[in-house]
């Protein structure tokens, strides 16, 4: 399967895990499914690999809220149908000022959504955290239980999985270079991979990542704004005597820290003995030619560390450190829309996730599935993902 020339009801380009979950979604709606990947699959030269990331509901955009709540959900229901954990449960923190605009509006959605949720000064903090949380006297500190961790590269795999057992057809090491209108009588699309193979599809979805620019204009003229930017995540070793205090099972929260910095992490996980803790954010890069440069923001992360665990997590150097890409967007909104133009409604891109959309995976999956298979997404408003905005803010 998968020969040169084959026709699909839907091929999806790129295969993390936007593309995998989407394959998932419309493998199992009985959609003859072509997978591509540019690279090996589960390579780490993109955005959908490493041990852990962050689930939680707090969001100051709230239109986030319902998707991550959705996506909870349907995490647990493709778990059970793999047979596997991805998904590990825990509480979630948020820590700032309290007039910080960003947690001012997480505290606004919880309140909307019914979260429940504490509001906490400096003193309570270190009391409900037993001295492992260390906040500054002015800051306050927002406890629910809404968090988790997800295991990125073991769920691009479940997904995959779960896609080849519902008669997807997967292929890596098939770069695509071009995308063309496909004029026989069937319409759809025809998609050429750099090794001269070519496929047909009634649609096509894009799921490039950090190549989502360069792709979507080399076969459109659409310059997309999606910022690749290379970034760090950061581990760092908890000291003897103190390393069940910050392990997962147990009391202690995802976090997430606003102001000058936004600093995020994890409980112990996949490393014993080390916490994540990093910088969201990153420095521009091209995807092709990457610098692997050294992080942003590390001598005051370090500083960081050392304030707000009280001494208890060596704040000298982290111990091990990750590369990896975000795609920004200038909201850090996503893109997620028919791209348009030649291609009209045969075309459909997920992109710009911006380095928080990996929660929202199995949901971004079946909304690019419903606008591949249906023509319009279902119960979720995804006005604020459309790439008219561009346009307008371009014209301002």
Same mark, same amino acid.
């Given at each position: 399967?998968?020969i040169?020339?084959e026709?699909?009801d839907?091929i999806?380009v790129?295969?993390?895990v936007m593309?995998?979950s ?5 493998a199992?709606r009985g959609?003859?499914?072509l ?9 780490h ?12 509901a707090?969001y100051?955009?709230?239109y986030y ?5 959705e996506?909870?959900?349907l995490?647990?229901e ?11 449960e825990a509480h979630h923190?948020?820590m700032g000022?309290p007039?910080d605009?960003s947690?001012?509006a997480?505290i606004?959605s ?7 949720h504490?509001?906490?000064r400096?003193d309570?903090?270190a ?7 260390n906040i ?6 927002v406890?629910?239980a809404l968090?988790g961790?997800i ?13 080849f057992?519902n008669g997807a057809v ?7 270079v071009?995308?063309?209108?496909d ?19 009634k ?6 990542g950090a ?9 459109s003229g ?5 910022q690749?930017l ?7 070793r908890i000291k003897?005597g103190?390393?069940?205090?910050y392990?997962?099972g147990?009391d ?9 910095m936004?600093v995020?992490g994890t409980?112990?996980l996949?490393?014993? &003995?080390?916490?994540? =803790?990093?910088?969201? $954010? ?8 990457? #610098?692997w440069?050294?992080g !942003?923001?590390?001598?005051e992360?370090k500083k ?7 001494g ?9 450190k990750?590369a990896?890409m975000?795609?920004m ?8 829309d028919f791209l348009?133009?030649?291609? &009209?409604?045969d075309? =459909?891109?997920g992109g $710009? ?8 995976a #199995?949901?971004i999956g079946? !909304?690019l599935?419903?606008?591949a298979?249906?023509g319009?997404?279902?119960g979720?408003?995804?006005?604020h993902?459309?790439i008219g905005r561009?346009v307008?803010?371009?014209?301002m």
């Amino acid at each position: 399967m998968g020969i040169s020339g084959e026709h699909f009801d839907v091929i999806i380009v790129g295969a993390g895990v936007m593309g995998s979950s989407t394959a998932y979604e419309t493998a199992r709606r009985g959609l003859k499914t072509l997978l591509l990947e540019q690279y090996d699959f589960l390579h780490h030269r993109g955005s959908s690999h490493g041990e852990t990331r962050t689930i939680r509901a707090t969001y100051p955009q709230d239109y986030y809220y319902p998707m991550v709540i959705e996506s909870y959900k349907l995490w647990q229901e493709a778990e059970a149908q793999v047979g596997y954990k991805v998904y590990f449960e825990a509480h979630h923190f948020d820590m700032g000022q309290p007039d910080d605009p960003s947690l001012q509006a997480l505290i606004a959605s919880c309140r909307k959504h019914s979260i429940p949720h504490q509001i906490l000064r400096r003193d309570q903090v270190a009391e409900k955290f037993s001295g492992r949380f260390n906040i500054p006297d002015d800051w306050v500190g927002v406890s629910n239980a809404l968090g988790g961790v997800i295991k990125p590269t073991k769920a691009t795999a479940m997904f995959q999985t779960l896609a080849f057992r519902n008669g997807a057809v997967l292929k890596d090491n098939a770069e695509v270079v071009d995308i063309e209108r496909d004029h026989n009588a069937r319409g759809g699309v025809t998609v050429t991979t750099a090794r001269g193979e070519t496929f047909r599809g009634k649609k096509c979805v894009v799921t490039v990542g950090a190549w989502m620019k360069k792709l979507v204009k080399a076969v459109s003229g659409i310059e997309l704004p999606i910022q690749p930017l290379e970034t760090h995540v950061l581990y760092w070793r908890i000291k003897p005597g103190h390393e069940a205090k910050y392990a997962i099972g147990g009391d202690f929260p995802t976090f997430a820290s606003y102001g000058k910095m936004y600093v995020y992490g994890t409980p112990t996980l996949e490393y014993p &003995g080390l916490i994540k =803790v990093a910088v969201h $954010g990153g420095n521009p890069c091209d995807p092709d030619k990457r #610098p692997w440069g050294s992080g !942003i923001m590390v001598d005051e992360l370090k500083k960081w560390v050392e304030r707000t665990f009280s001494g208890m997590v060596d704040s000298s150097e982290p111990v091990v450190k990750q590369a990896c890409m975000y795609s920004m967007t200038p909201t850090e909104d996503f893109v997620i829309d028919f791209l348009g133009g030649k291609f &009209g409604k045969d075309v =459909v891109v997920g992109g $710009g996730f911006s380095g928080h959309g990996f929660k929202m995976a #199995p949901v971004i999956g079946r !909304i690019l599935a419903d606008l591949a298979a249906d023509g319009e997404a279902k119960g979720v408003d995804i006005s604020h993902f459309r790439i008219g905005r561009f346009v307008r803010i371009s014209r301002m």
